[in-house]
């Protein structure tokens, strides 16, 4: 999508391809070799394209801004966002993206980025769960979150780090970090994905989610343990929701004794039949 997005975008703020080149410090022969996909951005200039344009580093490489009818309404809107680029004591860069939520929602994702514009993923850790839902979009508080990398997701989304409590998705103990890709459409939420959902009254939790969207406007949040019942959550509700993808955690999971059992059982039956043939 980096070319459409490019020549859409460079329209819809009125650029010459020169004059984009100049605000991204590049060659304007770049800039038509990008539009053409002729050649494909460093990731040094995708981040300053997604800041100019004001959207996520995802939305520029993955949304067809070209068949949304309101992506000019969207840009005005966006506007009125924080300035972007602020940078923090310990030389990252913190950048607000607006995204589409759902219909006319528009919501600001805060994220950091280390010195060589890579993203970082936040951590949440549990004493920091209140505050997030009051300061998961502010810059400032965003910034002072424990930050670190894992190379193995690669560069395909945005994502954080939550500490999770309670037993609801065992065998995932509680204390275990739940790290999660940014849900920009909760539409395309799967039935079953495991997910962390940010929402004003249940705060973070670590849940199934089954999509109500289309017919009920909620989310069904379902937990591993059987002792907990399904529960459904109201869309407008929900603050923010990232798809699992890994986690870490410092306890290992206790074996299943019943199939060690079972095994020696099989393995008894095995010598058995063996001496039996050998008689």
Not at 115 to 137: R, T
């Amino acid at each position: 999508m980096i070319n459409t997005n490019l020549k859409f975008w460079r329209r819809e703020l009125g650029l010459t391809q020169a004059q984009l080149a100049d605000k991204l410090s590049i060659k304007r022969s770049l800039i038509g070799a990008y539009e053409e996909g002729r050649a494909e951005p460093k990731l040094t200039t995708l981040v300053k394209m997604a800041r100019l344009f004001g959207i996520s580093l995802d939305a520029l490489v993955t949304t067809d801004f070209s068949k949304k009818r309101q992506a000019a309404a969207v840009m005005r809107q966006l506007q009125n966002v924080p300035a972007l680029g602020a940078t923090g004591t310990d030389g990252a860069d913190v950048t607000s993206v607006a995204e589409k939520a759902k219909g006319d929602n528009l919501r600001v994702l805060a994220f950091t980025v280390d010195q060589n514009q890579n993203e970082n993923i936040e951590l949440v850790p549990l004493k920091a769960s209140a505050g997030y839902l009051n300061g998961y979009a502010d810059q400032e508080f965003i910034e002072e979150l424990p930050k670190f990398r894992l190379p193995m997701l690669g560069q395909n989304g945005t994502f954080r780090a939550f500490e999770i409590s309670g037993d609801s998705m065992l065998p995932i103990a509680s204390g275990t970090v739940i790290v999660g890709r940014y849900v920009a459409d909760w539409n395309e939420v799967k039935d079953g994905t495991p997910c962390i959902v940010v929402s004003k009254k249940e705060g973070i939790v670590f849940k199934r989610v089954y999509n109500r969207l289309k017919e009920a406007a909620s989310l069904t949040l379902h937990s591993d343990n059987p002792v907990y019942s399904p529960y459904e959550i109201d869309v407008e509700d929900v603050l923010e929701i990232w798809e699992a993808k890994s986690y870490i955690s410092s306890t290992f999971p206790i074996a299943d004794l019943s199939l060690n059992r079972l095994a020696s059982i099989v393995l008894d039956l095995q010598k058995q039949v063996t001496t039996m043939k050998k008689a």
